[in-house]
Nanobody, 118 residues
Framework: QVQLVESGGGLVQPGSSLRLSCAAV??????????VAWFRQAPGKGREGISC????????YYSDSVKGRFTISRDNAKNMVYLQMNSLKPEDTGVYYC?????????WGQGTQVTVSS
């Protein structure tokens, strides 16, 4: 099992940047053998996967809504996954979570709130 802690969110203006971090703490499983994804839950909507990175970091995936603006990366030595978010838009507002890309999921962390507003 892996415990996840997301951080780095905040209130920013459109066009700004943020870097989210996902820390795998208290891991009883080797973190570096798993692909990891970022999910976003917009107000009143379900959780959607927006980006994913392979266990080695060689392969990445982005949803159309964030492609070209967001960059996912990982540092397996630190058990960390990052999401660099540039050119933020109001529609990027939501709570961001990290986890495995598909079930069975690890326990969900508390997420980190991103609010993009002028």
């Amino acid at each position: 099992q892996v415990q996840l802690v997301e951080s780095g969110g905040g209130l920013v203006q459109p066009g700004s940047s943020l870097r989210l971090s996902c820390a795998a703490v208290a891991s009883t499983s080797p973190f570096d053998v798993y692909a990891v994804a970022w999910f976003r839950q917009a107000p009143g909507k379900g959780r959607e996967g927006i980006s994913c990175i392979s266990s080695t970091g060689e392969d990445t995936y982005y949803s159309d809504s964030v492609k070209g603006r967001f960059t996912i990366s990982r540092d397996n030595a630190k058990n960390m996954v990052y999401l660099q978010m540039n050119s933020l838009k109001p529609e990027d507002t939501g709570v961001y979570y990290c986890n495995k890309p598909r079930a069975p999921f690890w326990s969900w962390g508390q997420g980190t709130q991103v609010t993009v507003s002028s």
